[in-house]
């Protein structure tokens, strides 16, 4: 086993560490200035070692990390195999928060990809599919196929699940939402709800039934 000296340079020619350090300060949006202050480092070496890949400590990359609020397995692209929360983080445990309904929902609002769970008839255990979904009032409307197993078998009570977790971070989200199903089959309401939720499938295929399920909690 051999081990690595706090000061021996990091080999990130093959990673794309620069571009990792740049997108992470894009989404904290902070300048150049902010997280070279933050690191203890020259703005111009943070400016270069976006663009280049660096010959950077160890001590070095963790300072990086620390200013970019992320570790430095992250920052190397070592991490982007491993499942959710399989990231280790320089973030402590945060705290637990229970969301109300109108917390809830105004995450969900701008829509996105979700999750649908539902018995089928006969089935011996529950089925969860993903799907593509909008919020229309306090209705949940998804596109899936006219003959799909959404289509024929959820036309009943369900659960709606969305989330987003940042597992290096430990920080994030979940919203659970439980209604009656119902596939949209009236031509005008077919029209007004195509006029304003513009669903489309993230498989990428064609999928033509509207189906909606109502927030029951």
């Known amino acids: 086993m051999s081990a690595i000296h706090e000061h021996a340079p990091i080999d990130a020619s093959r990673w794309d560490l620069g571009r990792r350090a740049a997108h992470r300060r ?14 203890g480092m020259a703005p111009s070496y943070i400016s270069y070692l976006e663009q280049h890949p660096p010959n950077l400590s160890r001590a070095a990359l963790e300072r990086l990390a620390r200013a970019l609020e ?34 809830s929902m105004a995450l969900i609002k701008p829509g996105g990809v979700g999750r649908i769970a539902f018995s089928a008839e006969n089935a011996t255990s529950p089925t969860v599919l993903t799907l593509d979904f909008l919020v229309i009032d306090d209705d949940i409307v998804f596109r899936t196929a006219p003959r799909g197993t959404v289509t024929g078998h959820a036309v009943c009570y369900v659960s ?10 430990r920080q994030g989200w979940s919203v659970l939402v439980k209604g009656q199903a119902r596939q949209v089959r009236d031509p005008r309401e077919v029209e007004a709800l195509a006029a304003v939720a513009h669903v489309h499938s993230w498989t990428g295929d064609a999928r033509d039934a509207t189906s909606g399920s109502r927030r029951a909690g």
């Open 70 to 103: 992320t570790s430095p397995m992250t920052l190397l692209g070592a991490d982007t195999g491993l499942p959710p929360e399989g990231a280790r983080t320089v973030v402590r445990q945060p705290p637990l928060e229970i969301l109300d309904t109108e917390q």
């Open 26 to 39: 894009g989404e904290l949006s902070l300048s150049i200035k902010e997280v070279a202050r933050r690191a």
């Open 160 to 169: 709606s699940q969305v989330d987003r977790v940042d597992g290096v971070m």
